[in-house]
């Protein structure tokens, strides 16, 4: 790597400004004084390691090391919760740079959301190189742009999820989701949903009042009109499965609120690639995805 600040030299000049409910903290770095400014930046998502054999999921991340990136960017889906923890090792050992992530809905398999999340949040405590954003970390990159992320969640609320056939796997092998009725099962995503809107209004101003441009990773497109999947957006069976309406209308009003600043949201869980300008400040990247054949989406230069 010839640029790739150490994930110590980012948190040593991270300020701590506030407790934020039950989240950790929001922190802030004095860009310029000492601290490190980042360029390159590589987004992968949707890359479910798990269907890849140990050989396959190495030379991956050895590939991904080799694209001389100040940071990598990983927006959910990065395995299955029984073995997450084994794949989140695997990262953080092969790969040499900080790795900014969120979860998607696979990564809770087999577990429960709140039992992922408290291991996710123990092993990205106490690695060097993982940071879980979901739990209210700003991290500044360079002087104009920040990052933020939220795990997300489809919240059920686009579409015509009450006459929709689909059933996602989420809803039989996710703790919080299985054995619930229809009706149940929506409050649960709208509760999922809203915890990702909360999230937005507490840290995205606070972020642009700072930052001229955010960089905002999720799990789940918040707008219809990001949700690619083979180069068409997808109906209304899958809409309600596949985006977060919560996440769209709060984004909406922030970004009205801060006209001369941009927001380029990073997501997949739809697999089909796509960008939608949804504003004039409000840009959407969806990531494209195969199982067994993980890519980088992008090499975004800051
Ligand atoms: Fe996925
Ligand atoms: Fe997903």
């Given at each position: 790597?010839?640029?790739?600040?150490?994930?110590?030299?980012?948190?040593?000049?991270?300020?701590?400004?506030?407790?934020?409910?039950?989240?950790?903290y929001n922190?802030?770095?004095?860009?310029?004084?000492?601290?490190?400014?980042m360029?390159?930046?590589?987004?992968l998502?949707?890359?479910?390691?798990?269907?890849?054999?140990?050989?396959?999921?190495?030379?991956?991340?050895?590939?991904?090391?080799?694209q001389n990136?100040?940071?990598?960017?990983i927006?959910?889906?990065i395995a299955e919760?029984?073995?997450l923890?084994?794949?989140?090792?695997?990262?953080d050992?092969?790969?040499?740079?900080?790795?900014?992530?969120?979860?998607?809905?696979?990564?809770?398999?087999?577990s429960?959301?709140?039992?992922?999340?408290?291991?996710?949040?123990?092993l990205?405590?106490?690695?060097?190189?993982?940071?879980?954003?979901?739990?209210?970390?700003?991290?500044?990159?360079?002087?104009?742009?920040?990052?933020?992320?939220?795990?997300?969640?489809?919240?059920?609320?686009?579409g015509?999820?009450?006459?929709?056939?689909?059933?996602?796997?989420?809803?039989l092998?996710i703790?919080?989701?299985?054995?619930?009725?229809?009706?149940?099962?929506?409050?649960?995503?709208?509760?999922?949903?809203d915890?990702?809107?909360a999230?937005?209004?507490?840290?995205?101003?606070?972020?642009?009042?700072?930052?001229?441009?955010?960089?905002?990773?999720?799990?789940v497109?918040?707008?219809?009109?990001?949700?690619?999947?083979?180069?068409h957006?997808?109906?209304?069976?899958f809409?309600?499965?596949?985006?977060?309406?919560a996440?769209?209308?709060?984004?909406m009003?922030?970004?009205?609120q801060?006209?001369?600043r941009?927001?380029?949201?990073?997501?997949?869980?739809?697999?089909g690639?796509?960008?939608?300008?949804?504003?004039?400040?409000?840009?959407?990247k969806t990531?494209s995805a195969?199982?067994?054949?993980?890519?980088?989406?992008?090499i975004?230069?800051?």
């Open positions: 790597m010839a640029h790739c600040p150490s994930p110590a030299d980012v948190q040593s000049s991270l300020i701590s400004l506030c407790q934020v409910g039950s989240f950790a922190v802030w770095k004095n860009i310029g004084i000492g601290g490190s400014v360029k390159r930046l590589a987004w998502t949707d890359i479910h390691l798990n269907f890849l054999q140990m050989p396959s999921c190495v030379e991956f991340l050895d590939h991904v090391s080799r990136v100040d940071a990598v960017l927006s959910g889906d919760g029984r073995t923890d084994t794949y989140l090792g695997l990262i050992r092969r790969l040499t740079c900080p790795v900014y992530f969120v979860l998607g809905n696979h990564d809770f398999y087999y429960s959301v709140a039992a992922t999340r408290s291991q996710v949040r123990s990205s405590n106490l690695s060097e190189r993982l940071y879980w954003l979901t739990d209210g970390v700003t991290v500044p990159l360079n002087e104009t742009t920040a990052l933020l992320g939220h795990d997300g969640w489809a919240d059920g609320r686009i015509g999820y009450f006459n929709s056939t689909v059933l996602m796997t989420d809803y092998i703790d919080e989701l299985a054995r619930a009725d229809s009706l149940t099962r929506y409050r649960k995503l709208n509760e999922l949903g915890e990702c809107a999230y937005l209004s507490e840290n995205l101003p606070p972020a642009f009042d700072q930052f001229e441009h955010v960089i905002l990773l999720l799990h497109p918040p707008f219809k009109e990001a949700c690619w999947y083979e180069g957006i997808s109906g209304e069976e809409l309600p499965h596949f985006t977060c309406q996440a769209g209308d709060t984004l009003e922030i970004m009205s801060y006209p001369s941009q927001l380029t949201v990073l997501c997949g869980h739809s697999h690639r796509g960008q939608a300008q949804i504003r004039d400040n409000l840009l959407v990531g195969v199982y067994g054949a993980p890519s980088i989406q992008e975004i230069t800051i």
